[in-house]
């Protein structure tokens, strides 16, 4: 009895009872950082919050607008087969400074990983996207600059 209960308790876990479930966030002109971020109706304001806190698998989608100058960090790393996935959603979402002081947008540091930033338009800064020392299998997609 004990055996059997155990072979149950284990093939639980080997089927996917201990997996993470990817997210989908969206953020919007119009949202909120203080939403859920879980829908289009309940979407966050800004990139750089999103960028807090997607994880492993996770993708934000990010409708059109002016976001202003923002400048975007990633707090967490992908992983392989489960990128997390920043990209435009239903038209060319744009970032703009008007000070040239702000360096860049998009900035991954050293020690993330598997990040994609995808179909976004940056105007103004001096970098659209900054991989430092450290920084793997990250990439930038269909910018506009």
């Avoid at 338009?121 to 990250?138: D, L, N």
Wanted: glycine letters at 14%; hydrophobic letters at 40%.
């Amino acid at each position: 009895m004990r055996s059997a209960l155990l072979v149950v308790i284990l093939l639980a876990f080997l089927t996917g009872s201990g997996t993470v479930r990817a997210e989908t966030y969206c953020v919007s002109v119009q949202g909120n950082d203080a939403n859920d971020g879980g829908t289009e109706q309940s979407a966050w304001r800004t990139i750089a919050h999103a960028a807090k806190v997607a994880k492993a698998g996770d993708t934000v989608l990010v409708g059109p607008g002016d976001y202003g100058a923002e400048k975007v960090v990633f707090t967490n790393s992908g992983e392989p087969g489960r990128p997390i996935v920043v990209k435009g959603h239903g038209g060319r979402p744009q970032l703009q400074s008007d000070d040239k002081k702000v360096a860049l947008a998009f900035q991954v540091e050293g020690g993330k990983s598997h990040i994609r930033i995808e179909g976004f338009a940056v105007v103004g800064y001096q970098s659209a996207v900054r991989f430092t020392k450290g920084a793997s299998y990250c990439e930038a997609r269909d910018l506009r600059c």
